[in-house]
């Protein structure tokens, strides 16, 4: 298995790379007049596309209002149902759950690296 460190630098070198090619193909495309055509027609279609949902947000306030709500009950439950999850882990307890049809669902843990300050 590799070393942790040498994955991590062989990622940060990729992403490098990936960030150089994705700008190539960025001013590829600012140098074509067609493409600025193309994005000015998409930038006034965008405009009348927020004017007609902001229409229908002032219509329908009270029904965002509870999806909103709702959003934030998912995201509180989600953090509980990993805790649960992970407490489970870690008592060496089997973690499953089952839904409405008696399908299984397992959980999947990820790492992730911040940066220290």
Not at 50 to 73: C, F, H, P, R, Y
Not at 76 to 94: P, R
Request: hydrophobic residues 30%; aromatic residues 6%.
């Amino acid at each position: 298995m590799s070393n942790l460190q040498e994955v991590f630098s062989r990622i940060r070198e990729t992403k490098k790379e990936q960030k150089k090619l994705k700008e190539i193909y960025r001013d590829a495309l600012v140098n074509l007049p067609e493409y600025k055509k193309v994005t000015d027609e998409l930038k006034e279609l965008r405009d009348r596309k927020k004017k007609i949902e902001n229409d229908v947000k002032a219509q329908l306030s009270s029904e965002l209002t509870k999806i909103d709500d709702l959003k934030i009950d998912l995201e509180s439950d989600y953090t509980v149902l990993s805790d649960i999850a992970l407490n489970q882990l870690v008592k060496g307890e089997t973690v499953k759950v089952k839904d409405e049809y008696e399908v299984e669902y397992e959980p999947i843990f990820t790492v992730k690296f911040k940066k220290m300050s």
